[in-house]
């Protein structure tokens, strides 16, 4: 991809590799998802026919496949990319992040309560279902770490 000469660009100024780090953020996000993932085939009655336990599970999801695709994006900028790049992936990871972090923990906490509210058979379900957005959740936080060396520095464009 060629950029363009009269937009500015933002350099990667962060102490370790990005190469690691954009690894450490599939990691990350692509862990998240397989235990959201993990958490939904489980047969809990929460996840089954409780309204207050899906749509949060259901949102986590949805924001966790987002925060992928903007990993996928960020993968294939460079340690130089153009502003609308940056604005569009580096900038907006902790939307995304705070987005599929608070669902898994919405998630895991509806499984709560409906299990205190109705104890059913399927208490080893339900708390394997807190457990993996709990660790889902985790995943999101590990992710926020790393990102705190994503630092850039914007190089304005040159004038002719």
């Known amino acids: 991809m060629k950029l363009r000469e009269q937009e500015d660009l933002f350099v990667y100024q962060g102490k370790r590799p990005?190469?690691?780090l954009v690894k450490r953020f599939w990691l990350c996000s692509v862990l998240?998802?397989?235990l959201q993932?993990?958490?939904?085939?489980?047969?809990?009655?929460?996840l089954v026919r409780t309204a207050y336990v899906l749509v949060p599970y259901g949102l986590g999801l949805c924001a966790s496949i987002f925060l992928i695709r903007k990993v996928t994006e960020f993968t294939f900028a460079d340690a130089?990319?153009?502003r609308s790049v940056y604005h569009r992936t580096a900038e907006t990871f902790d939307a995304a992040l705070l987005a599929a972090g608070a669902m898994a923990v919405l998630t895991a906490a509806a499984e709560l309560i409906r299990l205190f509210i109705t104890a059913e058979k399927s208490i080893?379900?339900?708390i394997a279902v807190i457990l993996l957005e709990a660790?889902?959740?985790?995943c999101m936080a590990w992710f926020k770490y790393e990102e705190a060396?994503?630092?850039y520095k914007e190089i304005p464009a040159k004038k002719k």
């Open 18 to 20: 990005l190469g690691k």
């Open 32 to 34: 998240s998802l397989i």
């Open 37 to 46: 993932i993990a958490a939904g085939c489980i047969p809990s009655t929460g």
């Open 80 to 82: 130089k990319m153009e």
């Open 124 to 126: 080893p379900a339900s």
């Open 135 to 138: 660790a889902a959740s985790g």
């Open 149 to 151: 060396d994503l630092i």
